[in-house]
């Protein structure tokens, strides 16, 4: 093998390659790879971090669940508390009217008794003098039968 110009010129041909490509071509390739590097990298770290943000979401909405369940089943149970005291409310006071209406019908049975006696009292002493009237055949004068009134009014 011979050493001639030719392979000189090729080597000085390939090495002046070498430096174009490494002075002109190298560095903006390495630039967009390196840049296209960073931006998966960033990518990579986002969806990571979208991972962590969606966990935490999911737990913040698991969270967030338990409460409204719970303040719901306290509402329930305040509404049943509510609805107990109402009722018994209602009830005390329907007892209470109850009551009073009882009372009340009473204190006027009480009422006509009474009237009924006291009526039962004069037509009694009406009777009583009428008949006693009856037997002596005359009138007993005014005074005399107020007084005999009001004695049997007392006796009876």
Do not use: C, Y
């Amino acid at each position: 093998m011979d050493i001639n110009l030719t392979l000189i010129m090729q080597a000085v041909g390939f090495a002046a390659f070498i430096w174009f490509t490494a002075k002109f071509v190298w560095p903006p390739m390495m630039n967009a790879i390196e840049t296209r590097r960073k931006e998966i990298a960033d990518g990579l770290a986002a969806g990571e971090q979208g991972r962590q943000s969606l966990a935490s979401s999911e737990k913040r909405v698991t969270e967030m669940l338990n409460e409204a369940k719970s303040k719901a089943s306290e509402i329930v149970a305040q509404g049943e508390k509510f609805k107990s005291e109402t009722m018994d409310r209602a009830k005390a006071e329907a007892k209470a009217e109850a009551d009073r209406i009882v009372a009340a019908a009473k204190a006027e049975i009480q009422q006509e008794v009474a009237r009924a006696k006291e009526s039962l009292r004069k037509s009694v002493a009406d009777l009583a003098v009428a008949g006693a009237s009856k037997i002596l055949k005359r009138e007993v004068d005014a005074k005399a039968h107020a007084d005999l009134l009001a004695e049997m009014q007392k006796q009876l």
